[in-house]
């Protein structure tokens, strides 16, 4: 298998031939020439700024690491653009003035941003304009929320809330002592998270019923080293770490008559976990393994995929993506490699489709062509009014667009529409 090194620069060098690339930022791309917006105090437009019309997909489903399967996979046709005249543009560019810790959600007509200190920000997918700003009144917010058929549903440290651009409805209040420890995640027509007391050292698992407006506890248990942020879904049952077992909830028959298994993991503790069409992939800082639920494997195996610093894993289908310290590679399931990308710094896997996977270095988003790994374009997130560093915490896809969130508080939006003309 050859290994591509791909020598990725941030600066005005060309691209060189054959397999190394550098990725050439013109000083464009860091002028203020984009549309900045400032939200917190007050709202700025950029002069030069065009409103284009974005066509309207609804209802809109929107989840922490992207769907349910928390693989970070988009299916939209987003292409890579190809040829010397075409590739990609940022749109807008939105300083909020905000610190976040979690994921990008959409909606219909809204990017969905949620503040560490409480706010929610409602920002126009279209125009990047700000829509609107609702307050938790000082909660606090770690983990991503969703939004099911246009109903959006955030999670704070200590409650779960119902809104809209202009309203807030409060509909479950965790006990005291107790954290909303996950991020949301849908099974059927109910949310399913975790809270957590790190005193008693002890997990609940809560449902949520949508339709009918009540919670249940459904499982409780014991974490003493480890409790997983993500609550993985494939078809009719939940996956979450607990310390080294994989808790199983099973809702197959109905969820008044719940079944509870619980698997033993190769993974002492924590460990990134995902699932694709046939069962459920976890990694830990080295090793990918995977456990065969069609099947119905009890045991998770080696894959042969081993990795130097695993920070993040995605995929689709028999596809599997890790994100390192030193680059970032694609294999198959059964751990043939198909590419190894190697890279001076830590590559961070955000978002991929089947055409462009999304990789972040600190504030520099790089999107590659899956097709053709040799083909690769780069960007520089960062505002002349934000003194802080800042580092690339979430990507989406949305239609055909790109949005990308820093944890200061930068949101950009990219198309794949740019026209470079040569005179």
């Known amino acids: ?17 054959k397999e190394k690339i ?6 464009e791309d860091n002028k203020k020439s984009d549309a900045e917006i400032f939200v917190k105090e007050k709202l700025i437009i950029a ?6 019309p ?5 209802p809109t489903n929107s989840f922490h690491f992207a769907n349910q399967s928390c693989n970070k996979y988009y299916d939209v046709n987003i292409q890579f653009p190809t040829g010397l005249e075409s590739g990609f543009r940022k749109k807008f560019s939105v300083d909020t003035g905000f610190e976040f810790f979690t994921d990008i959600l959409t909606d219909s007509k809204n990017i969905i941003l949620t503040a560490s200190t409480g706010e929610i920000i409602f920002i126009s997918k279209n125009s990047g304009r700000l829509s609107s700003v609702i307050n938790t009144n000082g909660e606090y917010i770690e983990k991503t929320g969703l939004v099911y058929e246009e109903k959006i549903f955030i999670s704070t440290l200590n409650s779960l809330f119902e809104c809209t651009e202009t309203n807030l409805k409060s509909i479950y209040k965790a006990e005291e002592g107790y954290y909303i420890w996950t991020n949301l995640n849908l099974t059927g027509e109910s949310i399913i998270f975790g809270v957590y007391s790190e005193n008693e050292k002890k997990f609940k698992i809560i449902l949520y019923d949508i339709k009918e407006f009540v919670y249940s506890e459904i499982y409780e248990g014991f974490a003493m080293k480890y409790f997983g942020d993500s609550m993985v879904v494939n078809k009719s049952k939940v996956y979450v770490k607990a310390d080294k077992s994989l808790i199983v909830i099973d809702f197959s028959n109905d969820k008044n008559e719940i079944k509870i298994e619980i698997l033993e993991t190769p993974v002492e503790n924590e460990a990134y976990i995902m699932s694709n069409n046939t069962g459920i ?14 099947l119905n494997e009890k045991e998770f195996k080696y894959t042969g995929i081993s990795c130097y610093e695993i920070n993040s894993i995605a995929g689709y289908g028999d596809r ?18 198909e590419s190894n990308t190697e890279d001076i710094a830590e590559n961070i896997i955000q978002a991929l489709n089947q055409n462009v996977i999304s990789i972040s270095r600190k504030n520099k988003i790089i999107f590659y062509n899956l097709n053709k790994i040799q083909e690769a374009e780069g960007f520089i997130i960062s505002s002349e009014n934000v003194s802080k560093s800042q580092e690339i915490i979430s990507v989406i896809y949305d239609n055909s667009h790109i949005y990308v969130l820093t944890d200061n508080g930068i949101l950009t939006c990219f198309s794949n529409d740019k026209l470079n003309i040569h005179i």
Do not use: C, P, R
Request: charged share 30%; glycine share 6%.
């Open 47 to 52: 002069d030069n700024f065009e409103e284009a």
């Open 22 to 27: 550098e990725i050439n930022l013109s000083d």
């Open 1 to 17: 298998m050859k290994i591509e090194k791909i020598d990725i620069s941030f600066d005005d060098e060309e691209f060189s031939e």
């Open 281 to 294: 992939v976890m990694a830990d800082k080295k090793d990918v393994y995977f456990l065969n639920i069609v």
């Open 320 to 337: 599997v993506f890790t994100g390192t310290g030193n680059g970032w590679s694609h294999y198959k399931i059964s751990g043939v490699s």
């Open 54 to 58: 974005a066509k309207i997909i609804t």
